[in-house]
């Protein structure tokens, strides 16, 4: 794997002129039997980040050892953001101004992917997220699709996790629990706005009368308010939307005791390293994902995970699945189209049928609310949650993958 690209350097950067001519230009192809590159752009200083061009590397690398495509090698070309949107623009920039790729893969965050997609369609380069959640990227693609059609969405849409979420409430929290009341605390972020419209929609629809709702900054350092707050309006599970904001909710949640259990979404939970970063306060900590290393979603998700541990000394983090599973989408696109051509390449994507890590891929089309974003639900991508228990993460939903049952430290006090 090539070392990332220092964007940051004076030496890297785009100047305006050069920019706008990019605008002007469509990207060049390769000759046959040079590489065909996959432009990768990461936050590489996060542990979702670190996953996405690791997780690209080992696709890139297995599909070189069967031959390539079109008898031309894969090469992941890595550059670090820093997790800033401009860094990102940059680099987008010079994949395809300088490094001449085929595709770019790029970022767990919404904000940076949304300013990527407009330079995607300017410079007609297909671009696929495999972590950015919200509906925005989709609803750009569906309001003007001949402008924007180059950008795919390769991670569950923030209105499919709510919805998935709200189904796993019934099924565990409801059915089993009997949990009737729920307070829903989420980071101010472009990814929770419709994830919140979601859960206000979904969760009373599970049986789960909404009694608060919070948003809090991503910057939030002391949770003890918040905690007290919806503590005080005695719900029965707290759903949250949370990523950004670190480890801190969970930490506090554990220091202070809250007596309410936590359910939804921590996107930091989904990191290999959560238990030993929150210093095992993690205990009971649930979330919605689309793996985990133990669990065979399809047949391809522990092989790669046991790949990925062996390449780079620990698991994958969600952004490694989704990763590889893109490479491989990118790579069948452009045998199926016979070419790099983005156009090409864009009907080919929208046929994409691809049993991955993370389950059978598809994406919505064109009339479809979700143009571009990955299908959800049985026969798809049904996403499962996993809970935090002695140090691992334990799968408690769907009951088909489920390996254990949801429980709580004993300071949670369950309604039941």
């Known amino acids: ?95 395809v101004s300088e490094d001449k790729v085929s595709a770019v893969i790029a970022s767990y965050i919404s904000e940076v992917v949304l300013a990527l997609e407009p330079w995607a369609a300017r410079l007609k380069m297909p671009l696929i997220t495999p972590g950015a959640a919200s509906n925005e990227i989709t609803r750009a693609i569906h309001n003007d699709y001949d402008k924007n059609k180059y950008t795919f969405h390769g991670y569950l849409t923030s209105a499919a996790q709510a919805q998935l979420v709200c189904d796993a409430a019934k099924d565990l929290l409801v059915d089993q629990l009997k949990f009737k009341t729920v307070a829903i605390m989420s980071e101010d972020a472009a990814w929770t706005k419709p994830l919140d419209i979601g859960y206000e929609a979904c969760l009373p629809k599970a049986g789960l009368k909404v009694v608060d709702h919070v948003r809090f900054s991503p910057d939030t350092t002391d949770f003890t308010p918040i905690f007290n707050n919806i503590e005080s309006k005695k ?106 051509d983005p156009d090409k390449m864009v009907t080919e994507l929208e046929k994409t049928n691809f049993e991955g890590t993370i389950g059978r891929i598809q994406f919505y089309g064109k009339d479809d609310e979700f143009t571009h974003g990955i299908k959800a639900g049985p026969g798809a991508v049904t996403g499962l949650v996993f809970q935090w228990q002695n140090g691992k993460q334990v799968t408690v939903w769907p009951k088909a993958v489920a390996e254990g049952k949801l429980k709580f430290p004993d300071f949670v006090k369950l309604s039941q």
């Open 1 to 95: 794997m090539r070392r990332p690209f220092d964007i940051s350097s004076p030496a890297r950067l785009v100047p305006l002129a050069s920019a706008l001519a990019l605008c002007l230009v469509a990207p060049a192809h390769a000759q046959s039997g040079d590489p065909i590159k996959i432009g990768v752009i990461a936050e590489v200083q996060s542990i979702a980040g670190a996953a996405t061009p690791g997780g690209a590397q080992i696709a890139a690398d297995e599909i070189n050892t069967k031959g390539g495509v079109l008898g031309r090698k894969i090469e992941i070309v890595s550059y670090d953001n820093k997790s800033s949107s401009a860094d990102s623009v940059r680099a987008f920039q010079r994949a």
């Open 235 to 340: 719900p029965d599970v707290i759903v949250t939307g949370i990523s950004h904001v670190g480890v801190q909710p969970t930490v506090q949640w554990k220091n202070q005791q809250v007596p309410v259990p936590m359910f939804g979404i921590s996107a930091q939970a989904l990191s290999p390293t959560f238990w030993d970063d929150t210093n095992a306060a993690a205990e009971g900590i649930p979330s919605l994902a689309v793996a985990t290393p133990d669990v065979a979603v399809t047949a391809k998700t522990k092989p790669f995970a046991q790949a990925f541990k062996a390449r780079f000394g620990t698991a994958p983090a969600y952004t490694g699945y989704t990763t590889y599973d893109e490479v491989y989408i990118i790579a069948e696109a452009i045998q199926r189209a016979g070419s790099t």
